[in-house]
């Protein structure tokens, strides 16, 4: 007979040893990708959220600058709009935010100042919604900025802002 | 002569006890559960801080709305005035903005001048109730 540090593993010990460490690996790992997905899922929506505010704080700071506005609407589609912002005294917008349809991202520039288009978020954009107006003499009604993020999740914002330069 | 040998074992190959098993499977259970917790708290605070920052654009835009309106305005007698706050269609809050008369002590060339407007937005998100506050001097017009 073998000594007992000889002996080693029987079969069913072997298969209750691997069962167990099967059950506890599966439930470290499923922890694991729960947790991973939690993270990026909530990741990305607060990275969602903080563009929605930088956006925000971008077109206020713009239209605060600007003596007045117009918005139209892109294509008929009245949850989409572009948005032109006149310098004081200039007839020709001196800055512009547009919603584009290739791609669904708010894209900027600063016309007068001969800068290339640039996107404010690489959010995609489901709604830029304002309130339109011809000339808006006072006031720019932002009624929603709804950005989803990369996994699905819809982060709306609105707001109002003065022409400060009238 | 104690148990161990009694059992034939050297303490090397005595094993866990039973109580040894249960406190590790409890203190490794209590771990996992506070791991989870903090991950479901995170969550929580970011949809949280998404109405508030909603909530933040709303006490803005009613800042630069009043602003455009001469203080002879309905909304700018004093008192106060709501309106629900609504995110996403569905009345989530009340904002709230009140008009006061105020003198500056430091500028007494606008005695009588000036409105103190505060903007709250008092808001229920994920069952805790926030609230966004905005203070800002109106000269008369």
């Known amino acids: 007979m073998l000594p007992r540090s000889e002996r080693g593993l029987t079969l069913t010990e072997v298969t209750i040893v691997g069962t167990l460490a099967l059950i506890v690996m599966s439930a470290i790992v499923g922890f694991y990708m729960n947790s991973q997905a939690v993270w990026i899922d909530a990741s990305t929506k607060s990275i969602t ?47 512009s935010f547009w919603w584009s349809p290739t791609d669904s991202l708010v894209y900027a520039q600063d016309v007068a100042g001969g800068g290339t288009a640039f996107t404010v978020a690489g959010s995609v954009v489901e709604k830029f919604q304002f309130v339109p107006c011809v000339s808006c003499e006072s006031l720019v009604e932002l009624k929603a900025l709804q950005l989803r993020s990369a996994q699905g999740h819809r982060v709306e914002v609105s707001s109002q802002f003065a022409l400060y330069n009238r | 002569m ?49 109405v508030v920052r909603a909530a933040l654009g709303v006490a803005q835009g009613r800042m630069d709305r009043l602003a455009t309106l001469s203080t002879h305005a309905p909304e700018f007698t ?64």
């Open chain 1, 49 to 95: 959220q903080r563009e929605a505010t930088a956006v925000l704080e971008l077109l206020s700071q713009r239209v605060h600058e600007s003596e007045r506005a117009s918005v139209t609407q892109i294509g008929g589609d009245s949850l989409v709009c572009r948005l032109d912002l006149y310098a004081p005294g200039s007839v020709t917008p001196s800055r």
């Open chain 2, 78 to 141: 004093l008192g106060s005035h709501a309106e629900p706050f609504v995110y996403q269609g569905v009345a989530v809050g009340n904002e709230t903005w009140v008009v006061e008369a105020i003198d500056d002590p430091a500028t007494p060339a606008l005695h009588g001048t000036l409105r103190q407007v505060t903007v709250d937005v008092a808001l229920n998100a994920e069952g805790i109730v926030n609230s966004v506050r905005l203070v800002r001097l109106f000269r008369n017009t």
């Open chain 2, 2 to 50: 104690d148990r161990r040998e009694r059992a034939g074992t050297d303490p090397g190959e005595r094993g866990f006890s039973l109580m040894e098993v249960i406190v590790a499977t409890v203190i490794a259970t209590l771990a996992v559960t506070g791991l989870a917790y903090t991950f479901g708290m995170g969550r929580g605070f970011i949809d949280r801080f998404e």
